[in-house]
């Protein structure tokens, strides 16, 4: 059983910052690419951010500059800092992670959070 807890949502104005955090937590052997996806009303969910295990960052183009993503894998938790954000960046944002579970070998799968709200106001 594995639970993914996005958290650091909240309404801030146009040119503020959130951080955002998601910990991800049960029966893991190991994490692999931990990633953000945002989706607006009536807009098709968009990745914003990933990280790999080895570090290998991407960013979408609309938060580029803006926005850093880290993992901290002794806390099993990934961050999204965001700073001078933009009413389009109202979303719910979400937190996806690779995880190995199991024994052994275990098994690879792909969990999602439940996310959480961001809202910028102009």
């Known amino acids: 059983q594995v639970e993914l807890v996005e958290s650091g949502g909240g309404l801030v104005q146009a040119g503020g910052s959130l951080r955002l955090s998601c910990a991800a937590s049960?029966?893991?052997?190991?994490?692999?690419?931990m990633t953000w996806y945002r989706q607006a009303p009536g807009n098709e969910r968009e990745l914003v951010a990933s990280?790999?295990?080895?570090?290998?960052?991407t960013y979408a183009e609309a938060v580029k500059g803006r926005s850093t993503i880290s993992r901290d894998n002794a806390k099993r938790t990934v961050y999204l800092q965001m700073n001078s954000l933009k009413p389009e960046d109202t979303a719910r944002y979400y937190c996806?992670?690779?995880?190995?579970?199991?024994?052994?070998?275990?098994?690879?799968?792909?969990?999602w959070g439940l996310g959480t709200q961001v809202t910028v106001s102009s």
């Open positions: 996806t992670c690779h995880i190995r579970t199991g024994k052994g070998w275990g098994k690879w799968d792909d969990y």
């Open positions: 049960g029966s893991i052997l190991e994490i692999g690419a």
């Open positions: 990280i790999s295990s080895s570090e290998r960052i």
